[in-house]
């Protein structure tokens, strides 16, 4: 049976001699030290119709490379480290508004998990993942995520019950913190309705502290001249860098770890080089990356991670499957 006509989406199939996979009854492409090729007439089984496949192999307890943010896989790098340390800080000082930009995949999300549940009783917090919202829906977005009901209230009385709210969160001893993902997608007019919550306050303290996440273009927009009140609140400020090629090395190990990992799989040096050649240090990339490997390094039975094994993820990554 020649390779002609078949196709799989993620190209993982495989059939070695000196294994002896589960056959599913269709035609597979091979991926042997020898590198990527195609077996005249051989029969397996599809690697991608399982998620995780690899991780009985490896004796993983879960996936170390999924994209989703888990704080428990956060990687504190002195980068991260230092952005944990100033969103803290903007909060427990209260210094109202708090801005951390980062590059797609940077790791800004994860660090708002973890931000959340170091985030004890004493705080009340909202949540806005998707704020491609009118005004009126992002109050009434923000009244919900605070837990307050809000149906049949137009955006004057949603606001009214928010400061309700705040006001009896500040005479109970509690704070209130609003965080708002991809704040890149706010438009000026929503982000005037941000200030003008933040204008909710006593005569000594701010009652919200608010927590602005977005990519670098949120940076540009807050420069407008249009949202210089906005710019002037905002007095903590920081921009999360990728990680550098030693870091990459640690990020990984320390994922792999937390998964449960015991020595093995590993990654020789010349492989993490060029994982952070292909991400830039971007954390998500190299999961991305790191995951595919893995599948390779399953597929030829290999606890090492190669150089080469990485060039073939990164072809399959990128669409290039000739």
């Known amino acids: 049976m020649s390779a002609e006509g078949f196709h799989c989406r993620d190209i993982i199939w495989t059939e070695r001699l000196d294994a002896k996979p589960k056959t599913r009854g269709c035609a597979v492409r091979v991926w042997d030290t020898r590198g990527l090729s195609w077996e005249e007439g051989a029969v397996g089984h599809c690697l991608c119709w399982k998620s995780g496949v690899y991780q009985e192999y490896y004796g993983l307890k879960e996936p170390p490379f999924d994209i989703t943010p888990n704080p428990r896989f956060l990687f504190y790098s002195p980068k991260h480290r230092d952005a944990f340390n100033h969103l803290m800080f903007g909060i427990r000082e209260r210094k109202g508004f708090v801005q951390m930009t980062g590059e797609v995949g940077a790791g800004k999300t994860t660090l708002c998990r973890a931000l959340l549940e170091q985030l004890d009783d004493r705080f009340a917090t909202a949540l806005i993942l998707n704020p491609l919202l009118s005004p009126d829906e992002l109050m009434k977005a923000i009244a919900q995520e605070f837990g307050l009901p809000c149906n049949g209230l137009d955006r004057l009385d949603t606001v009214a019950v928010i400061n309700q709210f705040l006001l009896q969160q500040f005479e109970s001893g509690r704070e209130s913190v609003l965080i708002i993902d991809e704040a890149q997608d706010l438009t000026e007019d929503l982000l005037e309705q941000v200030r003008l919550l933040s204008n909710l306050e006593t005569d000594n303290r701010k009652l919200l502290q608010i927590v602005l996440l977005g990519q670098p273009e949120l940076r540009d927009r807050l420069n407008s001249h249009r949202l210089r009140q906005l710019r002037q609140r905002i007095t903590v400020r920081y921009h999360l860098m ?33 994982v952070h050649r292909y991400s830039g240090g971007i954390p998500r990339l190299v999961n991305a990356v790191c995951d595919k490997a893995l599948l390779a390094g399953f597929v030829q039975g290999r606890e090492q991670i190669d150089f080469g094994m990485i060039g073939r993820a990164i072809r399959e990554l990128e669409g290039n499957i000739s």
């Open 242 to 274: 990728p990680l550098s090629v030693g870091e990459v090395g640690q990020y990984v190990n320390h994922r792999l770890q937390t998964s449960g990992a015991n020595g093995t799989p590993s990654f020789t040096t010349p492989a993490l080089w060029r």
